[in-house]
Nanobody
Framework: QVHLVESGGGLVQAGGSLRLSCEVSGRTFSRYIMGWFRQVPGKEREFVAAIKWSGGSTSYAGSVKGRFTISRDNAKNIMYLQMNSLKPEDTAVYYC??????????????WGQGTQVTVSS
């Protein structure tokens, strides 16, 4: 079992920045892939970014590439999402997710409870 707890959401003006954190605990997850998804009411949850806990290779959705950066702190077992140049369309509930399979999708095994990010225009 892997337990994920997000924090760091809030209200920010367009062009501003936020950093989300996801504290990871539980069974050994060194071979897991982890990442961030987001969802707005009435729409499907969409992939934002992913990172392999071992090795640190990353991937991003096209809509956030160049603005968002995913990272992890192995010593603290925390995953981060640094979000810069935020746009109103980034407004959503952001979820962290983890999966042992090596690939990340909406069917990931583990999810956090979500944190709201609101970007005002």
């Amino acid at each position: 079992q892997v337990h994920l707890v997000e924090s760091g959401g809030g209200l920010v003006q367009a062009g501003g920045s936020l950093r989300l954190s996801c504290e990871v605990s539980g069974r050994t997850f060194s071979r897991y892939i982890m990442g961030w998804f987001r969802q707005v009411p009435g729409k499907e949850r969409e992939f934002v970014a992913a990172i392999k806990w071992s090795g640190g290779s990353t991937s991003y959705a096209g809509s956030v590439k160049g603005r968002f950066t995913i990272s992890r702190d192995n010593a603290k077992n925390i995953m981060y999402l640094q979000m810069n140049s935020l746009k109103p369309e980034d407004t959503a509930v952001y979820y962290c997710a983890a999966d042992p399979s090596g690939s990340l999708s909406n069917n990931a095994d583990y999810w956090g409870q979500g944190t709201q990010v609101t970007v005002s225009s």
